[in-house]
DNA sequence: AAGTTATCACCCAAAATGGGGGATTTTGGA
DNA sequence: TCCAAAATCCCCCATTTTGGGTGATAACTT
């Protein structure tokens, strides 16, 4: 089943475009099916060009963004994969794409074998990602080990962010709400806010939970 | 300065610990300094081996797991890259493994090539994962299409995730208070709960936000 | 001995909550 | 063009929560 994917391109630059072609059709798993402008003019053959894999630029200039389009595409027809290209590595527009329904970013520097790597790797149930997207998504997991707070403070944290209320918070810790709203006014001083909301975003912001 | 990068190896297996070490002197832009079978034992030596990459089972018999140690690892030496290595590829103990601070996350499949190309690719600046970790990684982005959830519940979903009170999601959103709340009940209904806590649980759960 | 952490108590007034009822206007698809 | 969904707003109610203050005790680490 790993056999003849279909492939469709979209792309605004016409020597590009002509060159993931070229590149496609030079290797015998891959089926290059057609190559559009943008969105606006890839959705409506989308029926009939059945693609497995769709390379989606992410900088379109008519039309809508690639972000927007894997967005639509991916709630059209889930079972599309889509592959993003992009000259930018911008941490917000990597992970807009990838919340948006991506399942892959590399870079527009990718050359031939690279490109061909990607496909594969995607085909394998696989993730391609250039170097640094990988670095990015995986420092997006990585939480805060200088912490100011101490376990417990992040145990009640985790709940305040759950919206749990002091009572709420007591219960589920076994503690009394007294001790709940301890916690959370330790909570504030060494966060400087004082309100959930903002030690919540403050924590997350900084990774401390 | 990619050459002769310093590689220490956490491993409680003899035969596994014994191949990666000569699969790793076999190459010489990486140096071999040491391995251990566990945590308790290689701790004490790494302000002399001064590894700048370690590679760490996360299955350890004796003593702290690779989660722990990794976690330790890393808030003692941030500098040090950790490259976790497992047989399995759960999606807790992955994501368990890249919140203490690994870079990368490899299966023991790995055979000789895959190994060095793991550690060039850290290297290089990137995050070396099997091809399931990455789509779990990447999967874990994605949010859900088919939320039943309008765009603006959405916006009033995701202020009362930071924590926000009625009348403040109403001046975040330049509405009355009652809408706002018109707005939470409505989205009670459709996820069926009744109160902020338990609908950010469900909403993130689902992936609606 | 000093510091941090975790636990608990009592005071207060203002704000927020969830649930009930009803209403209008705008918008997007069939 | 019509209808349903969405977005906006208003009133009522009793109960809970909130943030702020001051204080204390025990355990544990350094």
């Known amino acids: 089943m790993n056999f003849h994917k279909r492939i469709v391109i979209i792309e605004d630059d016409y020597e590009l475009r002509e060159c993931y072609k070229l590149i496609i059709k030079s290797v015998d798993r891959y089926h290059f099916v057609n190559s559009y402008e943008n969105c606006e003019q890839a959705f409506p053959f989308l029926n009939k060009d059945k693609p497995d894999i769709v390379l989606m630029d992410i900088n379109l200039f008519s039309g809508m963004s690639g972000i ?3 967005k639509y595409l991916k709630s059209k027809n889930p079972y ?3 592959v993003m290209i992009s000259v930018h590595d911008d941490a917000e527009l990597v992970f807009d794409a990838l919340r948006a329904g991506a399942s892959g970013y590399i870079t527009k520097s990718s050359n031939y074998i690279e490109l061909i790597q990607s496909l594969d790797e995607l085909v394998k149930g696989g993730a391609p990602m250039s170097s640094k997207v990988a670095r ?3 420092n997006n997991f990585h939480s805060n080990p200088n ?3 101490s ?3 992040k145990d009640v944290l985790r709940l305040i962010a759950e919206g749990k209320s002091y009572t709420q918070i007591a219960d589920q810790l076994f503690i009394s709400k007294e001790t709940s709203k301890t916690h959370i006014k330790n909570i504030y001083s060494k966060l400087e806010v ?3 909301a903002e030690a919540i975003e403050t924590a997350k912001s900084k ?3």
Chains 1, 2 share one sequence.
């Open 80 to 82: 599309i994969e889509v």
């Open 194 to 196: 004082n309100s959930k």
């Open 147 to 149: 912490s100011p707070l």
């Open 207 to 209: 990774k401390y939970i």
């Open 68 to 70: 927007d389009g894997v």
């Open 136 to 138: 990015m998504v995986i």
């Open 151 to 153: 376990e417990r403070e």
